[in-house]
């Protein structure tokens, strides 16, 4: 398996429910933010009591690197700044909702006006509000104070490349999310800035074609293997909530498409339980760590663990 490190070759977001910047551009800012329309003029985009941004990215696809070849993409993001706001809205968690969507725009003319709309691909639990200890609370312009949450990597359930890029849609996850994130345009180290690992294996018999000039700026070649292995956990089928226990950690997935990230060691066998509610029947099982390989788990709801199988 081969592996490369994309940064953004575009990136910006737009905002809405502000009628006066919703025909204005972002692009070029030093911030992407993420965020929900219940915001507090405390903390947003450009200080307006009821705005919504999204953030837009795209990734341009080495011309040697075919779209059959890819294995997985993983979504990395620095968030040093996330919180809980807005008035009579109800704490639940910070989360992010990932779409993909057509590589039609441009970083220095998309504004909420002229944006291309996208296709769901999931809900990421960033930080659940158990965690925080304020659920169902409810506040005006910030409910909890500040959250560092640091380095994010997000597998990604699903992708689509059109005409050799992968264009994405970052939403906030709640309505009283908001967060933001470092452009490319920023002054910071790479690391803090949203990129892409893309895990891709040739097929056998076809020639790799040398990477085109221009393209190192773009791309870096990830040669270590990491240490630990990202597990996602998602609700592929179900219509109640779901509970999912792994050691300590307890998250509740609410709707098919939310997920959550544990990483562990590769190999390393681990016990999760999972149940609708408490006292109702549920799955217990264990599994192991692997890099390639899904377990399922539940009945006739089910969730999905990407990177573990089961283990007998």
């Known amino acids: 398996m081969q592996r490369v490190r994309l940064y953004p070759i575009e990136d910006a977001y737009v905002l809405g429910n502000v009628p006066n910047l919703a025909d204005s551009n972002f692009g070029k800012e030093q911030k992407l933010w993420i965020s929900s329309d ?10 307006y009591t009821h705005e919504t941004c999204w953030t ?5 696809i080495p011309d040697n690197i075919k779209p059959e070849w890819i294995k997985s993409v993983k979504l990395h993001f620095f968030i040093p700044d996330a919180r809980f706001v807005g008035s009579t809205v109800q704490v639940t968690d910070l989360a992010i909702r990932i779409f ?10 998309i504004t909420w006006n002229n944006k291309p709309q996208g296709t769901f691909i999931q809900r990421v639990i960033l930080k659940s509000c158990q965690e925080t200890g304020i659920c169902g609370k409810t506040g005006w312009n910030q409910v909890g104070g500040s959250f560092n949450l640091g380095h994010v990597n997000i597998p990604l359930l699903y992708w689509e490349i059109y005409d050799g890029y992968l264009s994405l849609i970052i ?3 709640a309505d009283n999310n908001a967060m933001w994130t470092y452009s490319r345009e ?14 891709y294996e040739p097929i056998e018999g076809e020639v790799v074609e040398p990477e085109l000039p221009g393209l190192e700026e773009l791309v870096e070649v990830v040669i270590p293997e990491p240490e630990t292995v990202d597990l996602l956990f998602t609700l592929t089928r179900g219509l109640r909530r779901i509970t999912v226990k792994v050691g300590e950690t307890e998250k509740e997935l609410q709707y098919v498409g939310d997920s959550f990230i544990l990483s562990y060691p590769l190999n390393t066998t681990f016990e999760v339980v999972a149940y609708p509610k408490a006292g109702l029947f549920g799955f217990r099982a264990t599994l192991r760590v692997s890099g390639d390989k899904q377990a399922v788990i539940g009945f006739p709801w089910r969730v999905a663990i990407r990177n573990a199988e089961l283990y007998v």
């Not at 993909?100 to 003319?109: G, H, I, Q, R």
Request: proline residues 7%; without cysteine.
């Open 186 to 199: 920023s002054s910071v180290t790479n690391d803090l800035k949203p990129y892409i690992d893309i895990e």
């Open 171 to 173: 939403q906030p996850g």
């Open 56 to 60: 837009y990215l795209k990734f341009k």
């Open 38 to 47: 219940s915001n507090a003029r405390y903390f947003s985009a450009k200080g």
């Open 100 to 109: 993909y969507t057509t590589p039609n725009w441009s970083e220095t003319t």
